[in-house]
């Protein structure tokens, strides 16, 4: 990756600001990296965090790009898409995006065939380097760029790939969506514990890191989910009590109804996006 003569973001949002972040730590050199953006207020934040370079617009910036970032908002796509292709056909870039819900067809369709386009799906932790992104491109697409796309993401996210685009779907429900189920349990556990008296800084904290040390543990374990609530788990004790509670109001199936609810909408998405 630090051989990368050029890499452009078309878009300089908080998404290409986080990659653009992780990317220099990992030794990507700033001025290898350029960024176009109608907003002059996002250029020049990006230049004055990462000294990186900026492009009056996207043809300037994808001019001798090797790896092209599309950090634009799903609605801007198409539009930007269609600029750029004339363009990108004589120098065939390896194209990133990071736009949710853009089927990899539309994609195709927008930059044309002879372009290799990876589709994939960060959340919002990769925010702060602590996120997860899915990643999906059709056979045609060779494994140098697949792992040339990986190692970019990397820079801010664990990264994982998915078989069929469908499945970018499920994606987008657990871990694009996911963030917001922990701050809806952690916000309802904070609260709980403040109405039987605990004060709110106290209640807000412990909250807090509790929810960083079982990720954690989680995280360094062998050991399955089921396992680590079972170790914690004493029987009759405490937290027997309040599980039994969780699972009389029935709290699996009430995730699983929320998680395919999130799916079936990403799905709606995709297809409104395709059909622009």
Not at 37 to 43: I, W, Y
Not at 48 to 59: C, E, G, Q, S
């Given at each position: 990756?630090?051989?990368?003569?050029?890499?452009?973001f078309i878009g300089g949002?908080?998404?290409?600001?986080?990659?653009?972040?992780?990317?220099?730590?990992?030794?990507?050199?700033?001025?290898?990296?350029?960024?176009?953006?109608?907003?002059?207020?996002?250029?020049q934040r990006l230049v004055?965090?990462?000294?990186?370079?900026?492009?009056?617009?996207?043809?300037s910036a994808v001019e001798?790009?090797?790896?092209?970032?599309?950090?634009?908002?799903?609605?801007?796509?198409?539009?930007?898409?269609?600029?750029?292709?004339?363009?990108?056909?004589?120098?065939?870039?390896?194209?990133?995006?990071?736009?949710?819900?853009?089927?990899?067809?539309?994609?195709?369709?927008?930059?044309?065939?002879?372009?290799?386009?990876?589709?994939?799906?960060?959340?919002?932790?990769?925010?702060?380097?602590?996120?997860?992104?899915?990643?999906?491109?059709?056979?045609?697409?060779?494994?140098?760029?697949?792992?040339?796309?990986?190692?970019?993401?990397?820079?801010?996210?664990?990264?994982?790939?998915?078989?069929?685009?469908?499945?970018?779907?499920?994606?987008?429900?657990?871990?694009?969506?996911?963030?917001?189920?922990?701050?809806?349990?952690?916000?309802?556990?904070?609260?709980?514990?403040?109405?039987?008296?605990?004060?709110?800084?106290?209640?807000?904290?412990?909250?807090?890191?509790?929810?960083?040390?079982?990720?954690?543990?989680?995280?360094?374990?062998?050991?399955?989910?089921?396992?680590?609530?079972?170790?914690?788990?004493?029987?009759?004790?405490?937290?027997?009590?309040?599980?039994?509670?969780?699972?009389?109001?029935?709290?699996?199936?009430?995730?699983?109804?929320?998680?395919?609810?999130?799916?079936?909408?990403?799905?709606?998405?995709?297809?409104?996006?395709?059909?622009?």
């Open positions: 990756m630090n051989n990368i003569r050029k890499l452009a949002g908080n998404m290409a600001a986080a990659l653009i972040s992780g990317l220099t730590k990992r030794g990507v050199q700033p001025a290898h990296i350029v960024a176009a953006d109608p907003s002059t207020d996002q250029l004055r965090d990462y000294a990186i370079r900026t492009a009056p617009d996207n043809v001798g790009a090797e790896v092209v970032v599309l950090a634009v908002k799903p609605q801007q796509m198409r539009s930007v898409a269609l600029g750029l292709a004339p363009h990108l056909a004589v120098s065939r870039p390896l194209l990133i995006s990071v736009a949710a819900g853009i089927p990899h067809a539309s994609l195709a369709r927008w930059f044309g065939p002879q372009v290799a386009v990876i589709r994939t799906m960060p959340n919002r932790p990769a925010l702060n380097g602590f996120g997860a992104t899915g990643l999906y491109a059709p056979a045609s697409v060779g494994a140098a760029h697949r792992a040339l796309a990986e190692t970019i993401m990397a820079a801010v996210s664990a990264t994982v790939w998915v078989e069929h685009e469908s499945q970018m779907d499920t994606v987008t429900a657990l871990s694009g969506s996911g963030p917001a189920y922990f701050f809806l349990f952690m916000e309802a556990l904070e609260a709980a514990a403040h109405e039987r008296g605990l004060p709110s800084d106290v209640a807000h904290r412990l909250t807090l890191e509790t929810a960083f040390g079982a990720a954690q543990m989680a995280r360094h374990s062998a050991d399955s989910l089921a396992t680590l609530r079972e170790q914690v788990t004493s029987k009759g004790g405490t937290t027997a009590a309040a599980l039994e509670v969780l699972d009389a109001a029935g709290l699996r199936a009430i995730v699983a109804h929320a998680v395919a609810a999130a799916d079936r909408r990403s799905a709606e998405l995709a297809a409104e996006f395709g059909a622009l």
